[in-house]
């Protein structure tokens, strides 16, 4: 399993104290890297500078839904709460829908790339939840944000 540790961290000194006290950590199954292993202020380093892509993509072609998924899927991989991990679904929802309603054109022009990068969306959650990838960097998850980022520009570009 995953590490949890999070004493001496950003979480444990500063957050603690700016949030909810009925906050909640992440149950283990969603959690997708050893926590506050490669600085100790994101929890999730990797998962969440892998949205970067989302940023840029959201600015590259003022798509707001974008750019909020990108913030709060960065925001819930730095601190691990349950409540930010649902807006981070939610921001992923709010995208897709995004792109479906206004950009449905870019999607069927592109489904030869969307069509199995949703099969690897549907794998990559039950591979992470089945499968411990502690040991690598680039997780399924990480993959899936990169490989979003990519199919989201693709479809703003049509």
């Not at 206004?102 to 591979?127: K, T």
């Not at 990838?133 to 693709?154: D, E, M, N, Y």
């Amino acid at each position: 399993m995953y590490t949890r540790n999070i004493e001496g961290t950003l979480l444990d000194r500063v957050w603690m104290y700016f949030t909810i006290p009925s906050a909640h950590l992440i149950e283990v199954k969603s959690q997708r890297e050893n926590w506050f292993v490669t600085n100790k202020y994101i929890a999730e380093f990797y998962a969440c500078i892998s949205n970067i892509g989302f940023l840029y993509v959201g600015l590259r072609y003022s798509a707001w839904p974008i750019f909020l998924t990108g913030i709060l899927s960065m925001l819930s991989h730095t601190v691990p709460y349950r409540e930010l991990l649902l807006l981070d679904k939610i921001g992923a929802g709010l995208a897709a829908s995004y792109l479906l309603a206004y950009h449905h054109q870019g999607v069927i022009a592109n489904s030869h790339i969307v069509i199995p990068f949703l099969l690897f969306a549907g794998s990559e959650v039950y591979l992470s939840r089945r499968y411990n990838f502690s040991r690598f960097r680039f997780t399924p998850h990480v993959l899936w944000h990169i490989g979003a980022a990519i199919v989201s520009g693709l479809i703003l570009s049509h």
